[in-house]
């Protein structure tokens, strides 16, 4: 019996997540006048009786924004202060570079019961000096307003130009699907996800809610997902057209995020980096961390058990992704390919359980690696036309879509190995076979409303493999 605690288990303590989006404008003014209290801690005496004179700015190589959503259990303490609070410790490590001749470091820090602050980071040399520059306090922030995100990246543009840009969205995530917060309790941490969750205004930016996000933000050369499950098909088709590389995780993100100690020193020793360069510093960093074991306080956790995935994706190759699906979709089902179907929705490599607490199978887990289900479907398929699409997808996946991808462990109790997976995942039938009827509750936002289902005929695949594997 799926209920309103059916998302309670979603990421552990320990994982980074966020969440989808839905096309409509709330009319969600996340800035108001009288919530503005500008900081006056770099005013000089003189300042206060005459007015501000305006600086020009100059254009560095790169500013690098980070929003970053902790209005949720991302702000809390555990084990005497060795854990947790994991915003304050990604900001400190900005602050072992912090903001540099060469690039900018500008946060959007949402704290629970505390709204945001918008920083400026800089390095932290003596117990005088903060590392932290505040241009503005904002009690009655909504982060979970993707108003406040276009807001955020258009003021950071214009106050630190640069030639290049990256955007961090930091938070909780739980891929394309948009909980409906009428019918379920709203929260993170062991209640409900959504990208740039905000626990306290219950709000979260839907999936295709990002699309436009973007649009109105404008391009980024790159843009990361600090959270879980967000390097999805569906996710990142939305915002193709307003990015140059994208960097995220098919699989949920441990808290401790991207090392930004190591992120700003890679950029200022090569502020000319290319996207290949800076997808091997990624692949390169996640599999030392993972080997290296993750440290809490004295105590070293190792991390040998754990399946991880990191990938960096071609936003502009997304424009072909359709046809590819397509012409596997269209085949499979013009051919019957129902065998081949059922092997793969079955053995397919799938991320993280609606309910991983208690759904180890991942009998409801639908998010799998689309390389591995075109590997299963193409090599069990009867019908030369199948294998043809399914392998023509696979290389595309490899030489066009993913620019670079790791795998790391896997998933012992499903017997899947990481190691296999191609970087991108989507949405598949799930491998329960009776699927309770309360599911259709939880979702706010439709599949078939999704930008690449409009585009594609994978959502009518999908239905169609449902039917296969439940008949």
Not at 206 to 218: K, V
Not at 435 to 451: G, H, M, N, R
Request: net charge negative.
């Amino acid at each position: 019996m799926i209920n309103k605690t059916f998302f309670s288990a979603v990421i552990s303590a320990l994982v980074l997540g966020a969440s989808a989006a839905s096309a409509q404008d709330f009319n969600l003014n996340s800035l108001h006048a009288s919530d503005i209290k500008a900081s006056q801690a770099d005013k000089g005496i003189f300042d206060f009786i005459k007015p501000d004179k305006p600086q020009p700015m100059k254009q560095k190589e790169w500013t690098v924004m980070v929003f970053m959503n902790a209005k949720n259990d991302l702000s809390d303490s555990h084990l005497l202060g060795m854990v947790g609070k994991w915003a304050e410790k990604d900001i400190k490590e900005m602050k072992e570079v912090g903001t540099t001749d060469k690039v900018n470091v500008v946060v959007e820090h949402g704290i629970k019961g505390k709204g945001s602050r918008r920083l400026l980071i800089e390095k932290k040399g003596s117990i005088l000096s903060s590392g932290e520059k505040v241009y503005g306090e904002y009690p009655n922030a909504d982060m979970g307003d993707y108003k406040r995100v276009v807001e955020f990246v258009q003021w950071s543009k214009k106050t630190f130009p640069a030639k290049h840009y990256v955007l961090v969205l930091w938070n909780h995530g739980l891929g394309w699907i948009d909980p409906n917060m009428q019918e379920h309790t709203a929260g993170t941490g062991t209640q409900n996800k959504g990208i740039l969750f905000d626990d306290e205004t219950k709000n979260y930016v839907r999936t295709a809610q990002m699309g436009e996000m973007m649009r109105q933000a404008g391009y980024v050369d790159v843009l990361m997902q600090n959270a879980c499950l967000m390097q999805m098909s569906e996710v990142l088709y939305e915002m193709k057209d307003y990015a140059g590389l994208f960097v995220g995780s098919e699989e949920t993100m441990l808290t401790q995020g991207f090392d930004y100690t190591k992120l700003l020193n890679f950029i200022n020793a090569n502020p000319a980096f290319t996207n290949e360069q800076f997808s091997d510093f990624l692949m390169n960093w996640y599999r030392d961390f993972y080997a290296g074991g993750m440290n809490i306080g004295p105590i070293s956790v190792p991390l040998d058990q754990m399946g991880a995935t990191l990938s960096t994706v071609r936003p502009a190759a997304l424009n072909d992704l359709p046809r590819y699906l397509d012409a596997l979709a269209g085949a499979a089902m013009r051919n019957d390919e129902a065998d081949a179907a059922r092997i793969a929705v079955d053995k397919v490599i799938r991320f993280t359980s609606l309910d991983p607490k208690n759904d180890k199978k991942k009998s409801i887990a639908a998010y799998a690696d689309l390389y591995d289900f075109a590997d299963l479907l193409g090599s069990n398929a009867r019908s030369q036309e199948t294998k043809n699409a399914a392998l023509d997808l696979m290389t595309f996946i490899k030489n066009g879509l993913v620019m670079r991808s790791i795998g790391i462990h896997g998933d012992a109790e499903n017997g899947y190995d990481y190691t296999k997976v191609g970087g991108i995942a989507i949405n598949t039938t799930m491998k329960i076979k009776k699927v309770p009827p309360q599911l259709d509750a939880i979702f706010e936002t439709k599949y078939s409303d999704l930008a690449l289902s409009k585009a594609s005929q994978w959502d009518e695949f999908v239905s169609w493999t449902d039917g296969v594997w439940r008949k």
